[in-house]
């Protein structure tokens, strides 16, 4: 009886089959990693904007109620204060800022001028994001970040 012989099988396709898929796996993964992080990154300095212009807001004499603007194009101190910082990129025509005035305790926007003591809420909204991928990733195309704060 003659020994069993193992022969050496040629497997070179299957290895590079295998790591095609791989790759394009992994390749979808960190892109997926960065269009978040990046969705992320834009959605803070949205937020990071509202907390500066609530806090210019707070501080404003005789703020109107529920107001806004879109682009920038406002002479406001609030927009104004708002809108500067917004950075990294972000197209400021693509933007719209609404400045909210509640009652404490209230969930509906007042309709009159600020009194000592009211929430002011300030919300910035990024209509138009365009997503590197926007294929193969879900990312909502438009972001919004807000703060409310205490008026003085």
Do not use: W
Not at 32 to 42: D, K, L, S
Not at 69 to 91: A, H, M, P, R
Not at 119 to 147: E, H, M, W
Request: aromatic share 8%; charged share 15%; net charge positive.
């Amino acid at each position: 009886m003659r020994p069993f012989k193992m022969t050496k099988i040629d497997c070179s396709g299957q290895a590079l089959v295998e790591l095609a898929l791989v790759l394009l796996l992994l390749l979808f993964l960190v892109l997926g990693i960065f269009e978040f992080g990046r969705a992320m990154y834009i959605k803070n300095t949205l937020t990071h904007s509202a907390r500066a212009g609530a806090r210019e807001a707070i501080v404003t004499p005789n703020l109107p109620p529920n107001t806004s603007d879109t682009g920038c194009t406002s002479t406001d101190k609030v927009f104004q204060t708002t809108c500067e910082n917004l950075y990294s990129g972000i197209e400021k025509d693509n933007v719209t800022i609404l400045v909210q005035v509640f009652s404490p305790n209230t969930t509906s926007p007042k309709a009159t001028i600020a009194a000592p003591g009211d929430r002011v809420k300030v919300t910035v909204t990024l209509s138009n994001y365009t997503p590197v991928v926007p294929k193969f990733i879900p990312v909502p195309t438009t972001l919004a970040g807000d703060t409310a704060m205490r008026y003085e």
